[in-house]
């Protein structure tokens, strides 16, 4: 199938991109287009205007500021992999976006898409929620933050309003040392996650955990913090009975369900792989692999 006819704009500018979100009708967005196109050629979706934010090299820029990393929407999700910034300050990220689709997918593919898309089993927004970003917005009429914990409003709705513009993700890269894991469930290399695990830990001298995140893809709506799991590993020495406890937490998650699976299996996969992401990213801790 092919898209319903739409109107093409091509702004230069960020300032261009929000005046035509202020000025257009019923306007979407378009940046690597991986998601966006295939519901266009479905008739899923028929904006009679699409922005193309691709020429705006603001947006494709990755930055340290101040002790926080900054990454504009437009990266692509291939140079994002391909940034010595990220691969040194963002290892979890780097893991994560080696599950997200091909090659080809990902040479198109943009961070600031996949966050905007907001697919409940996408990597990136439970990687960013392990992190605790923020997402900068912009409109004509100003900008404002949101940080992740808030930003998925219900399926596939982030709290993005039609004339607001994703512009940049910035958070705290943890410190050298630190463990990290990403580990997902699918059917094929590539496919969406029946459900996955994002893990960072640090460990204090005496070798016990001192600061835990735990995020969940696939088995809600939006990405889930695991604050329960964070809060038992707290100032514990990791173990297998101690992660297993933690892990358990996952099974307390509402549950999405669909054709791929059923809600009971997505918190059963979700307990297994994050027991397994917090075995790795204990031991990468200790060992200081996580450098």
């Not at 900054?70 to 140079?79: E, T």
């Not at 580990?183 to 640090?202: C, K, N, S, V």
Request: with cysteine; charged share 20%.
């Amino acid at each position: 199938m092919k898209p319903a006819a739409f109107d093409y704009h091509r702004p230069n500018s960020v300032a261009e991109a929000l005046d035509l979100l202020a000025r257009l009708d019923d306007a979407k967005v378009i940046a690597g287009g991986q998601s966006l196109m295939a519901m266009m050629n479905y008739r899923y979706i028929a904006p009679e205007n699409l922005i193309d934010i691709n020429r705006i090299a603001a947006l494709a820029e990755i930055t340290e500021e101040g002790g926080n990393l900054r990454i504009g929407a437009m990266v692509r999700q291939r140079d994002a992999q391909d940034s010595p910034l990220l691969r040194a300050r963002a290892p979890l990220m780097i893991e994560a976006l080696d599950l997200i689709g091909h090659l080809q997918t990902r040479n198109r593919g943009t961070i600031g898409g996949s966050l905007a898309h907001l697919d409940p089993a996408a990597e990136l927004p439970a990687v960013f929620s392990a992190h605790d970003a923020v997402l900068h917005l912009a409109s004509a009429n100003g900008a404002r933050e949101v940080p992740i914990g808030g930003w998925s409003q219900g399926f596939m709705a982030p709290d993005l309003e039609p004339d607001e513009l994703l512009t940049a993700i910035a958070f705290s890269p943890w410190p050298a040392g630190h463990g990290h894991a990403f580990l997902e469930l699918a059917r094929r290399h590539g496919d969406f996650a029946l459900a996955g695990a994002a893990a960072l830990i640090t460990l204090d001298r005496q070798g016990r955990i001192d600061r835990a995140a735990i995020a969940l893809t696939g088995v809600d709506m939006g990405p889930v913090r695991l604050d329960a799991a964070e809060a038992m590993l707290a100032g514990q020495v990791p173990g297998a009975e101690l992660i297993a406890a933690a892990a358990q937490c996952a099974d307390r998650v509402a549950g999405i369900e669909d054709v791929h699976a059923s809600r009971d299996y997505r918190r059963r996969i979700a307990v297994v792989y994050t027991r397994r992401a917090l075995e790795l990213a204990s031991q990468r801790a200790a060992s200081g692999a996580g450098r």
